[in-house]
């Protein structure tokens, strides 16, 4: 049985995986409390023989540095390490009783600001999080690093709803050929614009106007909080049981969702009852707008920008594929706002968006094009890698004429 899942049945060729790697830990001493690092290899099989045997699991991230991986692992300080496939051999693995408060996900903040964190999340907080989400039809793909908590929880979603699971490793047409739900981030919706799909759920940022399709349900978290809210009708609504309040423009979430805390050297650094991850949002009658996070935010002569506020007027320029907004370092004003685009725009469509679209003060000032924005294993832009390449001089891009 695999306890975050409610006793949803296993494809057998999974079940038989995640046995054998319950065994292995079984083996390694590896029981309720213990915590397990995966690393390369078969993911899910992994995850789930750990959550078997009770114990906590923390996915490695390939495409960190040597001194990110050591960081985490400090903080995790776990009692193994896995990878590869679980060899299939004999032995009982005995049944461990389901905790659901009990920690049995290590997910770490997505890389996209500063050092990755090491968090600590409860099965029930999980649990939680699948029935806000609710039921999706199979077949659902996943084309992502599971890794990414996001992509992880949409594998694990899919089967607690008893859909077909189809992983693979990247997103195209063929992979998503006959799939009935996909889970995605934004940056992925331009090549999946031809392909039909009942549902289409998206998270990890706010998704342009111009790329919203009927079947689309997008949900706004965050690594610390889970769901937060989910946009159904068209507007987003906060998720039943999550309380939120606005102190001074920026968001506080109370929730059950929420993590249990962060991790330090080994010891749980409990969350308070409210947290906050610094997005300034508005709510209105029920209804949330997410204006962008604090971290987001670019200081030029005294006056503050919004980047996500930039980036969303950008974005629905003809020609851009996607665009993030930072601040390029000046001896005067401290930062200079700067777009660095993905695609074929033409600059003065841009300019002409922004003249229409921002205060004159918000409007970049240095107008760039990468071939390819740096990313995140999610998908999602690496600001703070963008931010230091732009200070270093390094960015991969040239001036947009």
Known sequence: MTPVLGGA????DLAARVGA??????RRGIGPGARVAIGDGDVLSWFLACDRRGAAALVLEPGWSARERAGVLADARPDTVVEGTPDAGSGTVEDIPVD???PFYLPTTSGSSGTPKVLQRSRASWLRSFEALGAVPGPVLVAGPLS???FLFGAL????CGAELRLAPRLSAAAARGAATVHVVPAMLPELAAVPFELVVCGGAHVPEGLRRPE?????GSAEHSLIAIRRDGVLRPVPGVDLEVRAGELWVRSPLAVDGRLRGGVLDPSPEWTSVGDRVDIVDGVLTVHGRESATIGSGGFLVAAEEVEAVLRAVPGVSDVVVAGSPHPRL?????AVVEGEPVLADLRAAARAGLDPRKRPRIWLRAKEIPRTPAGKPARAALTAALAAGTLAAEPLR
Do not use: D, F, M
């Open 21 to 26: 790697g319950a065994a292995e830990l079984q």
């Open 216 to 220: 689309l349900l997008e949900y706004y």
């Open 157 to 160: 979603h899919a089967l607690w």
């Open 100 to 102: 659901l408060a009990a």
């Open 9 to 12: 049945a296993l494809p057998a």
């Open 148 to 150: 990414s908590s996001l």
């Open 334 to 338: 401290g930062a200079v706002v700067t």
